[in-house]
């Protein structure tokens, strides 16, 4: 017999049906040395192929789940970590704030009240950091809200960051449509995009949109 060719391939049935299929192919040489015939031993392996993909995929998601259970470690050592002199830090604005040289400087006033805009902000990456070491986003654990309110105040702690500039930040509303997703996240997102928008705009207008489909 000749050389011996192993293939899996993915067939078709006589009535249309897709199985795979294991086949062992050697050839078969005659008196004079040289292949007359094929010779094929074939095995329906579909059930194996299908075994397999389950253990790969549960494999992928072990390997997910284990990936995700360290960033939530980590994201909550750097969270607790950064908790405490962030506090310590907005406590000392807010003193520094109520003094009286400072609430009769209004450039001073103005420059504490953003610093502690900024600590806001901060506050809520460090809650978004322990949201995610804590939970899975999910149907499950989305908590619902308004999405105006907050807008408006990211909106406010923003235009109060962009002295100096000639920008008008604005906000053009349609209802109030609300959201399931975790606020913390929802609020650094937003921040993010007003900011990246500040920072290359020079003067003119920014423009944000809360519009609910709902409302004709």
């Known amino acids: 017999m000749g050389r011996a060719w192993h293939v899996e391939c993915l067939n078709r049935k006589k009535d ?4 795979w299929e294991s086949a062992s192919i050697s050839g078969i040489r005659g008196s004079d040395g040289e292949i007359t015939h094929f010779l094929a031993v074939k095995e329906d392996i ?18 997910r789940s284990q990936v995700l259970a360290g960033l939530g470690q980590m994201a ?6 950064l908790r405490n002199p962030l506090s310590s830090v907005k406590m000392t604005l807010q003193i520094i704030n109520k003094l009286p040289t400072i609430q009769e400087n209004t450039d001073s006033a103005e420059m ?14 460090i809650e978004a950091l322990l949201w995610l070491s804590r939970e899975e986003i999910s149907p499950d654990n989305m908590k619902t809200f308004f999405v105006l309110p907050l807008v408006r105040d990211i909106l406010e702690e923003n235009r109060r960051n962009i ?8 906000l053009v509303t349609r209802g109030n449509p ?8 929802f609020q650094i997102a937003l921040t993010n995009l007003i900011q990246n928008a500040v920072r290359y705009t020079s003067e003119g207008h920014i423009t944000v949109y809360v519009h609910d489909d709902r409302v004709l």
Request: proline residues 3%; charged residues 30%.
């Open 112 to 125: 504490t009240g953003i610093a502690l805009d900024q600590v806001k902000y901060m506050e809520n990456i």
């Open 76 to 81: 909550s050592m750097i969270a607790h970590d």
């Open 46 to 63: 579909t059930e194996r192929k299908r075994l397999e993909e389950e253990v790969e995929v549960r494999n992928r998601e072990l390997a």
């Open 16 to 19: 249309g049906e897709l199985f």
């Open 178 to 185: 609300v959201l399931s997703v975790p606020a913390p996240l």
């Open 163 to 170: 002295v100096g500039k000639s920008i008008d930040i604005n």
